[in-house]
């Protein structure tokens, strides 16, 4: 059974960054692709960036030269570093394979952006 540990949400300002963390277990994580999925409130869950088992990343236009999508394999985690945050980028953070993610979600991590 997959299970997806997501952390390092919060509170932050037009402006600043947070660095979200994703722990998986329960599979081969290392040799799936990878992504980040966001849900604000009223709207659909959307897949913000990609990351395949060797690295390579995509991005949605929204937060194409804002945010970072990275992996360590060795730990089965992976990260989104987001820079420059907006308040549309207000929404509960997940992690889960990509494009078609497995049945099993984590409980997701809240970003707010707000001053």
């Known amino acids: 059974q997959v299970q997806l540990v997501e952390s390092g949400g919060g509170l932050v300002q037009p402006g600043g960054s947070l660095r979200l963390s994703c722990a998986a277990s329960?599979?081969?994580?290392?040799?799936?692709?990878m992504g980040w999925y966001r849900q604000a409130p009223g709207k659909q869950r959307e897949l913000v960036a990609v990351?395949?088992?060797?690295?390579?990343?995509t991005y949605a236009d929204s937060v194409k030269g804002r945010f970072t999508i990275s992996r360590d394999n060795a730990k089965s985690t992976m990260f989104l570093q987001m820079n420059s945050l907006k308040p549309e980028d207000t929404a509960v953070y997940y992690c889960?394979?990509?494009?078609?993610?497995?049945?099993?979600w984590g409980q997701g991590t809240q970003v707010t952006v707000s001053s």
């Open positions: 889960n394979a990509a494009p078609a993610p497995w049945v099993v």
């Open positions: 329960g599979t081969i994580v290392e040799i799936y692709t």
């Open positions: 990351i395949t088992s060797d690295g390579s990343t």
